[in-house]
């Protein structure tokens, strides 16, 4: 009852019209405490503007979603006024990883990274072709070291089972091919091991024979490298066909043995020379990254030992197509 007494009348509101105009009030009897000195925050009202879901990159996305603004007319703010640990981070050509995107490094690291996993390849292919003939020079050429091994075939089978096993744990297992230094040191025993099985082979044909087809390997090889790196033309999905091509001429040489004549041995030479020819133009490609396929950086042993297993490989289809020549 008190405070329905204390409130003023009608007449009262009319003889004192300050009682009721805007602030700031006057304290007097009619008042005895201040309106509150903050007012209250003007909330936002309708529809509120939300980035879109899931985010779409554009150029500065930075892989946090913007926070909301609210437009001026309802109360809201505008983002240059944002807190530092509020404001849109700058794009550093990072996507976000949970995106499903990964890491882009530039063209020129790239680059980079190609030419010295070429470099390393060729120069590992160098040194193997170096030790290959030479070994083959000295059963060539010696006669004490070249009957010492036409006697001691056992050798030559045990060191061809030694590259078959680890020709293929090479070429199968990918943990042992990257780790250094059981990588190389398995190219290496491919390399004596197989070195050993062509030096055998060549000790059985004519000297002559055998330095036309050092000669004649080289030169072909050499122009196919350069051709692959020159030309436009995509070798590499050429795969298909070219195993197709390789069981052939496996079956051609099989149904050989039963129906043996020079002529066929001079064919037979000359088509596996031709297909293992192909084969190493498009391991080159492979190598060299410039076209659909690519090997990685890190299979460098791998790249190594197809192009050196090529290039053997041509050796002696040559020495097949010049021993079935010289025969006849």
């Known amino acids: 009852m008190t405070d329905v007494q204390k409130q003023p009348t009608s007449e009262e509101m009319k003889s004192d019209p300050s009682m009721y105009a805007p602030p700031p009030y006057p304290l007097g009897d009619t008042q005895t405490e201040p309106p509150p000195l903050v007012m209250p925050p003007p909330y936002p009202y309708g529809p509120i503007s939300q980035p879109p879901y ?20 309802q109360g809201g703010y ?8 509020c404001t849109p981070v700058e794009s550093t050509g990072i996507t976000n990883p949970v995106a499903g995107t990964f890491l882009k490094a530039s063209s020129f690291d790239n680059d980079t990274v190609r030419r010295a996993f070429i470099r390393k390849v060729f120069s590992v292919v ?28 056992w050798i030559y089978i045990s060191s061809y089972i030694v590259f078959v096993v680890v020709a ?36 059985f044909h004519n000297t002559t024979a055998v330095v036309i087809a050092m000669g004649a390997t080289l030169t072909i090889s050499f122009t196919i490298i350069l051709f692959s790196a020159q030309t436009r033309v995509d070798f590499t999905i050429c795969n298909g066909i070219l195993f197709i091509l390789a069981a052939d001429l496996l079956m051609f040489g099989f149904f050989s043995i039963f129906y043996y004549s020079q002529a066929l041995q001079i064919l037979y030479g000359c088509l596996g020379a031709l297909v293992f020819a192909l084969f190493l133009a498009v391991d080159c ?8 396929y690519g090997l990685s950086p890190e299979e460098y042993v791998f790249a190594a030992l197809v192009i050196y297993l090529d290039i053997i490989t041509i050796f002696l289809y040559i020495l097949i197509l010049l021993g079935g020549s010289s025969n006849s």
């Open 126 to 153: 160098t040194m193997q072709l170096l030790f290959t003939f030479s070994v083959v020079c000295v059963f060539t050429f010696s006669e004490v070291v070249k009957s010492a091994v036409q006697k001691n075939i």
């Open 78 to 85: 505008l983002t240059d006024n944002l807190p530092p640990e």
């Open 168 to 203: 293929m744990c090479l070429s199968l297992c990918s943990s042992f091919s990257r780790t250094h230094p059981w990588n190389m040191i398995g190219l290496s025993v491919v390399t004596v091991s197989l070195s050993y099985v062509v030096g055998t082979v060549a000790s």
């Open 285 to 292: 490609q492979l190598v060299m990254g410039r076209e659909k």
């Open 54 to 73: 899931p985010p779409v990159q554009g150029e500065n996305y930075s892989g946090n979603p913007p926070p909301p603004t609210y437009p001026m007319s």
